[in-house]
T-cell receptor
Framework: QQPVQSPQAVILREGEDAVINCSSS?????VHWYRQKHGEAPIFLMILLKGGEQKGHDKISASFNEKKQQSSLYLTASQLSYSGTYFC???????????FGGGTRLMVKP | DTEVTQTPKHLVMGMTNKKSLKCEQHMGHRAMYWYKQKAKKPPELMFVYSYEKLSINESVPSRFSPECPNSSLLNLHLHALQPEDSALYLCASSQGIRGAEAFFGQGTRLTVV
């Protein structure tokens, strides 16, 4: 079952912060975050494996609450280059393949 | 080399044509994937090859026929497609076999006329 992302779209000014949420109805083994710019391939940003784990990548960080089956992506002091569509991908504990959420379109304006 | 290379980048084909999409990776990954992506939608899994064998076919119509000649190459043969098959076709590879931490190619933008 597809994880649910919110919000569906965000418009920011350069330097502002944003949070993108991803929630699943299944018990999760890991959460993955990707960014896709228009007309380009999705780029893998980070994987979160353990409940409570937090990771960072430049000014982009993420957390994973295993109990709530939720993950959040934090974009701090956004830059123009952060624009794109962010997808979370969730992997359940057993069996199935990675499933992508519906995506969050982020636009950063000067 | 952390690239997945796809050719061609763009393809226009008629409904009676036969064409092939190609994908190559040199990262030694054990799994390779074909995804279909429509505008403003997430990638949708079509096929998974693990250790060069087809392990998952997500009920894809037979007009799409995958082939894995060796561990580095993946093809998608197209025949008698419909206009609704127009989409971005993405190839990906990963070390694990469940799609995690996958590297994606730039995709082939397919238009069926």
């Amino acid at each position: 079952q597809q994880p649910v992302q919110s919000p569906q779209a965000v418009i920011l000014r350069e330097g502002e912060d944003a949070v993108i949420n991803c929630s699943s109805s299944k018990a999760l083994y890991s959460v993955h975050w990707y960014r896709q710019k228009h007309g380009e391939a999705p780029i893998f940003l980070m994987i979160l494996l353990k409940g409570g784990e937090q990771k960072g990548h430049d000014k982009i960080s993420a957390s994973f609450n295993e109990k709530k089956q939720q993950s959040s992506l934090y974009l701090t002091a956004s830059q123009l280059s952060y624009s794109g569509t962010y997808f979370c991908g969730t992997l359940p504990h057993a069996g199935n393949m990675l499933t992508f959420g519906g995506g969050t379109r982020l636009m950063v304006k000067p | 080399d952390t690239e997945v290379t796809q050719t061609p980048k763009h393809l226009v084909m008629g409904m009676t044509n036969k064409k092939s999409l190609k994908c190559e990776q040199h990262m030694g990954h054990r799994a390779m994937y074909w995804y279909k992506q429509k505008a403003k939608k997430p990638p949708e899994l079509m096929f998974v090859y693990s250790y060069e064998k087809l392990s998952i076919n997500e009920s894809v119509p037979s007009r799409f026929s995958p082939e894995c000649p060796n561990s580095s190459l993946l093809n998608l043969h197209l025949h008698a497609l419909q206009p609704e098959d127009s989409a971005l076709y993405l190839c990906a590879s990963s070390q694990g076999i469940r799609g995690a931490e996958a590297f994606f190619g730039q995709g082939t933008r397919l238009t069926v006329v």
